[in-house]
C-alpha cells in the first residue's frame, strides 16, 4: 500500500508560479513511476505530466510542455510539479498518482492522494 498526501495548491493570478508536492508514505516509493493528474470542474480527469522510477524519463500534456516540470526525490519520497506561466484554464484540483508503469493513462495509476487545488485567476 502506498498512501500520497499533496500539498502546494491555492490562489494565484495569472502568469505566477506554485509548486506541488506529494510525499509519498512507506518505502518502496522508488519502485513506481508517479504521474500528475488534474480535474475542473464538469470536466473529466485528465493526464498532466509523469515521471519514471528513477526520475530520468519525464513525459507531459501538450498544453503544459515548457510551463510545467515534474521532478521526484527518492530519498524524500516526493514527487514535485512546479508550474510556471500559470493561466487561468490550469484551474482544477490536481491529483498525484503511483503506478507500475510509465505512463499517461488514468487506469496504469493504483494509488492516487486527496487532491489539492490550484485556482489561477484572471
Known amino acids: 500500500q502506498v498512501q500520497l498526501v499533496e500539498s502546494g495548491g491555492g490562489l494565484v493570478q495569472a502568469g505566477g508560479s506554485l509548486r506541488l508536492s506529494c510525499v509519498a508514505s512507506g518505502r518502496t516509493f522508488s ?48 514527487v514535485y510539479l512546479q508550474m510556471n506561466s500559470l493561466k487561468p484554464e490550469d484551474t482544477a ?10 505512463s499517461s493513462r488514468i487506469s496504469d495509476y493504483d494509488y492516487w492522494g486527496q487532491g489539492t487545488q490550484v485556482t489561477v485567476s484572471s
Not at 60 to 66: A, L
Open 31 to 78: 519502485r513506481y513511476a508517479m504521474g500528475w493528474f488534474r480535474q475542473a470542474p464538469g470536466k473529466e480527469r485528465e493526464f498532466v505530466a509523469c515521471t519514471d522510477r528513477s526520475g530520468a524519463g519525464t513525459y507531459y500534456r501538450d498544453p503544459v510542455k515548457g510551463r510545467f516540470t515534474i521532478s521526484r526525490d527518492n530519498s524524500k519520497n516526493t
Open 93 to 102: 484540483v490536481y491529483y498525484c498518482a503511483a503506478g507500475q508503469l510509465y
